[in-house]
């Protein structure tokens, strides 16, 4: 059974920075492109970035390209989401996916991912 477990969410203040983990079991990790996604209260969730299984394939979301970097370390089978300069906008439950090995869909779009975790709360302060 597929398993993704983040951490690294809290509660910080405008400007700071924060890394979010995202632990993956029961796959084998590495041929899969992963994706974080964000949910902020009354919102739809919302792609924020996505990296494929080498690495070198990385996608951004417009309001998060320049300051948040997404990153893999297969051996570990996790992803990583360092965001920079947060703003209070950021504020959202954050979550990994995984994105089917065979689908039409861009990496970027949310109907190509199956498996979710359960997501870490991320609340930036002004």
């Known amino acids: 059974q597929v398993q993704l477990v983040e951490s690294g969410g809290g509660l910080v203040q405008a400007g700071v920075s924060l890394r979010l983990s995202c632990a993956a079991s029961?796959?084998?990790?590495?041929?899969?492109?992963m994706g974080w996604f964000r949910q902020a209260p009354g919102k739809e969730r919302e792609f924020v970035a996505a990296i494929d299984w080498t690495g070198s394939g990385v996608y951004y979301a417009d309001n998060v390209k320049g300051r948040f970097t997404i990153s893999r370390d297969n051996a570990k089978n996790t992803i990583y989401l360092r965001m920079n300069t947060l703003k209070p906008e950021d504020t959202a439950v954050y979550y990994c996916?995984?994105?089917?090995?065979?689908?039409?869909?861009?990496?970027?779009?949310?109907?190509?991912?199956?498996?979710w975790g359960q997501g870490t709360q991320v609340t930036v302060s002004s």
């Open positions: 996916a995984v994105r089917r090995p065979v689908t039409a869909t861009r990496p970027t779009d949310i109907r190509g991912y199956d498996y």
């Open positions: 029961g796959v084998t990790f590495s041929p899969y492109t």
